[in-house]
């Protein structure tokens, strides 16, 4: 028996590996399926949707930024509630809530009114997206942590294919009815499915305790002791009380008997009191991000996100619309289904008559258009799956970051010399693969990077400056587009060179203990 007190990594090690971490892990999936499907089903409705809602290359634009702006502005207040109030509350309300906001998108009858609940979908997933990597690693020692950093991306990757299934499966059935003077069409039932994962997510998580390592960092030592031994007992099947550390141990002092021990209830004055000091922890939580070693670091891994994520994003939101239309090209006869012919396309499409675009319109609800998206993503699911064992060899952890980056600058540029819609699913195919992995590895290394108290509130801004990235790419790209096609090649060049120069700077160990 264990009668010294224990530190978390100790705590945490003595719990081992089962059904509860299968549970959680099965737990988190939904939410982070459910970011995947806030960030791009408005990819695969907009060729559906544009003819019903008369949609410009523009109005697409801002239909794909207005999700990360929502994002962007609830980052520092989901970070302040994350990181004071708890993980769970955050992914159960957090979800729920995103569900119902997804379900009102599928209401939407006019373009104002889809950007309206797009913008509130986007603010509150933001949440529960976060909160999820920073709880799933609070339940796993350093031995899985790295496996469970690399789970994150799988899931992203599985969701990611998910998305073109439903499309392939759903969006090519003539769907139409009316409900009172709401009228309803295929591409609004498909986003009515969408909000099931973010509603899995909010449900399942009930059933879970709040992270051990998070109450361990609130002085709440009783309430984490407790916590683990339900995991304890869960993955050993053995009684809780055989749990053989009996104490813990953090630099936060115990405050275990002010917070719970009480045995009545906070009257008014108190529970305001209590939430004035929360707030004040939480501004005393920025504090240490502008100072050494956190400052240097943290601007380094914001600058390489904003980049890559502004590059990727622009090559990912709009490949479906891509495809979609390289599929019509085909159908109606095109030699030329480059790049650079689905830009001209667009550009004549503006004067086409009525006739003409209904035709056109059909050809975009072509099954042929959503298998391309599923050949990118199994191939992005391969990519994660042979990736995999290989993070645990120490050389490659080192050096995939830049190696990945550095062979992206040129895939990304190679789009522009090719010339068959084969040869565009293939490299794009490749490019977001490696992409995928390269935003998967920032994540896991933010993990670790920085405390607990700072986790959350960091990996937000890591991810908000990214959604800054997404919605600065979904506004410049279409003017890029309407110059001429070389400068949008050349632009995401630039980024991906920048993303490169900014990781031959970040070293970090991911085994290292969470401090």
């Known amino acids: 028996m264990t009668e010294e007190a224990a530190d978390f990594e100790t705590a945490i090690a003595e719990c081992g590996f089962g059904l509860f971490n299968v549970f959680i892990v099965c737990s988190a999936a939904p939410c982070l399926t459910a970011m995947v499907f806030s960030a791009s089903a408005l990819s695969y409705v907009l060729p559906s949707a544009e003819c019903d809602l008369d949609l410009s290359i523009v109005d697409k634009g801002m239909l794909h ?77 350093k031995k899985h942590r790295p496996y469970i950093m690399l789970f994150v991306g799988l899931c992203v990757s599985v969701g990611s294919m998910i998305l073109p299934l439903l499309a392939y499966a759903l969006l090519p059935v003539p769907i139409f009815f009316e409900v009172g003077t709401l009228e309803f069409r295929t591409w609004q039932v498909f986003l009515a499915v969408s909000s099931v994962p973010s509603l899995l997510c909010g449900f399942l998580h009930i059933f879970l305790p709040e992270s051990p390592k998070f109450l361990m960092a609130q002085g709440n ?49 108190e529970r305001f009191v209590r939430a004035k000091n929360k707030f004040i922890e939480g501004l005393g939580q920025l504090k240490p991000m502008f100072s050494k070693p956190y400052l240097t670091i943290s601007l380094l891994v914001y600058c390489l996100h904003f980049c890559q994520i502004m590059c990727v994003n622009s090559v990912r939101l709009w490949l479906p619309q891509i495809f979609a239309t390289m599929n019509a090209m085909e159908s109606l006869g095109a030699n030329d289904t480059s790049m650079c012919g689905v830009l001209d396309h667009n550009a004549m499409a503006k004067s086409m008559d009525a006739e003409a675009k209904r035709v056109e319109c059909a050809l975009n609800h072509d099954p042929q258009s959503y298998l391309d998206n599923i050949i990118v993503s199994g191939i992005g699911l391969v990519g994660f799956l042979i990736i995999f064992p290989l993070l645990r060899i120490r050389f490659v952890a080192d050096h995939i970051l830049k190696v990945f980056l550095f062979i992206c600058i040129f895939l990304v540029g190679s789009l522009y010399f090719v010339k068959t819609s084969l040869g565009t699913m293939i490299v794009s195919a490749v490019y977001l693969t490696l992409m995928g992995i390269c935003a998967t590895t920032i994540i896991g290394m933010s993990v670790v990077i920085f405390p607990t108290l700072m986790r959350t509130m960091v990996l937000l801004l890591i991810m908000t400056f990214g959604r800054l990235g997404s919605v600065c790419g979904n506004l410049v790209l279409p003017i890029f587009m309407q110059l001429s096609c070389l400068a949008p090649f050349l632009w995401l060049c630039a980024l991906m060179s920048m993303a490169f120069v900014f990781s031959l700077f970040l070293k970090v160990d991911d085994r290292q203990p969470l401090s």
């Not at 009858?109 to 950007?115: P, R, S, V």
Request: glycine share 8%.
């Open 65 to 141: 930024a207005v999700t990360y702006a929502g994002m962007i502005i609830s980052a520092v207040p989901w970070g302040f509630i994350a990181d004071t109030v708890g993980r769970k509350p955050v992914l159960i309300f957090g979800g729920l809530i995103d569900g119902f906001f997804v379900l009102c998108t599928s209401f939407s009858q006019n373009t104002a009114q889809l950007m309206a609940f797009k913008f509130f979908d986007g603010f509150i997933i933001c949440g529960p997206f976060a909160v999820v990597v920073s709880y799933l690693a609070e339940f796993h020692g």
């Open 221 to 269: 030592y009783k309430k984490a002791l407790v916590s683990l031994q339900r995991i304890y007992q869960v993955n050993k099947r053995k009684s809780k009380e055989s749990y053989p550390v009996k104490r813990l141990t953090d630099p936060t002092p115990d405050r275990s008997a002010d917070l719970d021990g009480t045995g009545r209830s906070f009257t008014h004055k």
